[in-house]
């Protein structure tokens, strides 16, 4: 145990040290590597949504899952599952993406936010942690998804050869993509350096188990600082190279990617962060279980391609500027709704 807490500290430092770095490579602003953001720059890609400034194929998505694969087979913990309600998988994965899109960011984004010196994360990271609380207690109660059964190999290996294919489209650009030429989808980092970074995060998080919201979760829920500590390390990561690049810039106010909306910074992470609770992992983990042929997870990833796909075609997404039109609108539904699968799957019912 105490070699595993070395590790996840190890790799949470070598992940925030490059997550920061792809900035100064050309990545957007305390988006070096930003798992929502990135499946939402792919859904953008492919068409699902026409937000122009966000639309490009991120080789760091395809290196990630292709990474937490070959570390899974090389390791022999590849096993096709999956049958753990999908459907409603699916829809906590749709409330996952809309709450961190009104936020602007994933719970990896958030700490590394923070660590750029942006002020405006730390009610983003207060969300996270009131998501996860709130999360807890439906657990507490019983809440459970069912248990997943083995199924046939190559449902396994679907996510994996899908990202296979969007790696090759994304060497060879297809007249169909869609790629921004302005705005965040334009910053990127040359694609074989961000297909490595993707590889090499992906084995380490597989090897590791990281989650950036279920280090709080089993902090508070069972006192167990092991995935925590993977947070912390990653901030620690991130920070130092930060102050090395000169990219630390400490207020609320000209943030990158960022809005100042305090009431709905927190708000779309409470979101984010019940319903990664209720998924038992973040968007980070989700890719990295599917990886291991966990089919339930890769139809977590499909929820959140739509919930991308339907923050940006209907206004619910946040720019600088602030939060989207609809966005306010459609966390408070999604938490009516989060929670009600919490009650209502929960075995302890009043």
Same mark, same amino acid.
Request: hydrophobic share 50%; glycine share 14%.
């Given at each position: ?49 026409? #937000? ?8 760091? $998505?395809? +290196?990630?899952?292709? @990474? *937490? =694969? !070959? ?43 923070? #660590? ?8 983003? $990271?207060? +969300?996270?942690?009131? @998501? *996860? =609380? !709130? ?216």
């Amino acid at each position: 145990m105490k070699n595993q807490k070395y590790l996840i500290i190890i790799a949470g430092l070598v992940f925030g040290a490059l997550a920061a770095y792809m900035t100064k490579l050309g990545n957007p602003g305390n988006m070096g590597v930003c798992v929502a953001c990135f499946y939402r720059d792919i859904t953008g890609a492919l068409g699902f949504h026409r #937000a122009e400034v966000v639309q490009y194929l991120r080789p760091e $998505i395809m +290196g990630l899952c292709l @990474g *937490a =694969f !070959l570390a899974a087979l090389s390791f022999g913990e590849f096993k096709s599952r999956g049958g753990s309600n999908p459907l409603v998988r699916f829809l906590l994965g749709m409330f996952v993406m809309i709450g961190a899109l009104v936020f602007l960011g994933c719970p990896v984004r958030a700490v590394l936010r923070l #660590a750029g010196g942006d002020l405006n994360a730390l009610y983003g $990271i207060a +969300g996270i942690i009131a @998501g *996860a =609380f !709130l999360g807890i207690y439906f657990l507490k109660r019983g809440f459970n998804l069912g248990r997943a059964n083995s199924t046939y190999t190559i449902a396994g290996y679907i996510i994996p050869i899908t990202m296979v294919v969007l790696l090759v489209f994304a060497i060879i650009q297809p007249q169909f993509l869609f790629t921004s030429e302005t705005g965040p989808g334009s910053m990127r980092a040359p694609l074989i350096i961000s297909l490595l970074v993707g590889l090499l995060i992906g084995f380490l998080a597989q090897k590791t188990r990281m989650c950036f919201v279920g280090g709080w979760r089993d902090l508070s829920l069972v006192k167990d600082s092991f995935l925590f500590s993977g947070i912390a390390a990653f901030f620690v990561g991130a920070l130092v190279v930060n102050l090395l690049i000169g990219a630390i810039n400490i207020g609320f106010e000209g943030q990158p990617v960022a809005h100042t909306n305090v009431l709905w910074n927190f708000m779309g992470m409470v979101l984010c962060g019940l319903g990664c609770t209720l998924l038992g992992g973040c968007p980070l983990r989700q890719t990295v279980l599917a990886a291991e042929g966990d089919t339930d997870a890769g139809v977590t990833i499909l929820g959140l391609i739509a919930g991308a796909a339907v923050s940006h075609n209907f206004l619910l997404a946040s720019s600088p500027n602030g939060p989207g039109i609809n966005g306010p609108t459609i966390v408070i539904i999604g938490l009516i709704i989060v929670c009600a699968i919490g009650y209502f799957m929960s075995e302890q019912l009043d």
